[in-house]
């Protein structure tokens, strides 16, 4: 039987952004996989050093749509590791409840991505609705859904209202409840234990060798995540588990996203109760925001995402534009390198299962 060359994606309803993998199948095994990211977005790293500091907050959201404010945070963050800021307390609190409201948000997006995958469409009407719950949060809050600009070197734009936080703790005690129907309808199903049992596998070695995080290296049994192991914010103040599992298969990932739903609800919580009255958010600059200098140094932040250790390596040279700036997308190395080297060999039907449940973000990759 002769090689045929198949193209799954950009508009392939399987497909998860403006990405496609260029397959080579015999009958129905992948004999050889491309990924092929830079459909739409590109070069965010030389676009970031050719625009002023303060011009970057409305770039760097949309390195990756699902997760967006990791991207803010980072670069908030390493902009005020060189430039020694001390970012007020409450800030810091409200960025911890943004970025898991953030978490969730991504995770609650991840069962439409399966839902679709397999065949499983109320999954993906009901993710798709009890996200733009949290979307709801981030409008009152930062007055963009998706989008935010919100996080900023010195603090956040805008503060907490008391409405604001009696909308969050409403929509967690929705979102809780409505977990068990998650359950209910999607680890439950044997359909969906038939299509994600053994399939997609990755084991320790080989996500170790790979530079897997997230919840790709916690499906093996590596307790890694990066709000733990290197604790940034207020992270080490609050109660939370890591959830594991030892299978390795895209039925423990996409599991493994259900757990870290009430971990995230217990942290927001959390910071709601610890979190002081204060100031928000420091000046940084005299005068004209956009002629704000950072001085001369250099930084490496890294945060924990949905998809795993997100950070960011930026060097100022003490100019008004950041004079290096790299990112470490998380789904980089499973994206890039594991299709190459691990797609083969899968069946057809099974490549949108490894891509949904290894998270990939093409404006990371191609970045």
Not at 182 to 192: D, G, Q, S, W
Request: aromatic share 10%; proline share 6%.
């Amino acid at each position: 039987m002769g090689e045929v060359k198949l193209f799954f994606g950009p508009n392939h309803p399987g497909m998860h952004g403006n990405f496609s993998v260029h397959m080579y199948v015999e009958g129905d095994t992948v004999e050889k996989a491309r990924p092929l990211p830079g459909f739409l977005h590109r070069g965010f790293e030389k676009l970031m050093e050719r625009r002023l500091w303060y011009q970057n907050l409305a770039l760097i959201p949309r390195i990756c749509v699902p997760e967006p404010d990791i991207n803010e945070a980072c670069y908030a963050m390493a902009v005020e590791k060189i430039a020694k800021i001390d970012v007020p307390e409450r800030a810091q609190w409200i960025r911890m409840i943004v970025l898991e409201l953030a978490r969730i948000a991504s995770h609650l997006m991840s069962f439409p991505g399966i839902g679709g995958t397999i065949g499983l469409y109320t999954s993906s009407f009901w993710g798709v609705s009890d996200r733009d719950r949290i979307l709801d949060i981030f409008e009152s809050l930062t007055g963009a859904r998706v989008y935010h600009m919100y996080i900023i070197p010195g603090g956040v734009r805008k503060d907490l209202t008391p409405k604001i936080q009696d909308l969050i703790f409403n929509t967690l005690n929705y979102i809780e409840e409505r977990l068990g129907e998650y359950e209910t309808l999607i680890f439950k199903n044997r359909i969906v234990h038939t299509r994600l049992k053994g399939i997609a596998l990755l084991d320790k070695e080989t996500a170790l060798e790979l530079g897997v995080t997230g919840v790709g290296l916690r499906a093996t049994g590596v307790p890694y995540d990066i709000r733990k192991v290197d604790s940034y914010l207020f992270y080490d103040k609050v109660d939370f588990e890591v959830p594991t599992a030892t299978e390795g298969d895209a039925y423990a990932r996409v599991y493994l996203k259900y757990l870290e739903i009430y971990q995230s609800i217990k942290i927001i919580r959390q910071c709601l109760e610890k979190m002081p009255e204060g100031k928000i958010n420091v000046p940084i600059s005299e005068g004209n925001a956009l002629r704000y200098r950072v001085p001369k140094g250099q930084a490496y932040v890294h945060i924990e995402s949905t998809r795993g250790e997100y950070g960011y390596y930026m060097v100022s040279d003490g100019g008004e534009k950041p004079y290096r700036v790299a990112v470490r997308g998380a789904s980089y190395p499973q994206t890039f390198i594991g299709i190459e080297k691990y797609l083969p060999g899968t069946r057809i039907e099974d490549v949108p299962i490894w891509l949904s449940t290894m998270d990939v973000c093409a404006p990371e990759v191609d970045r």
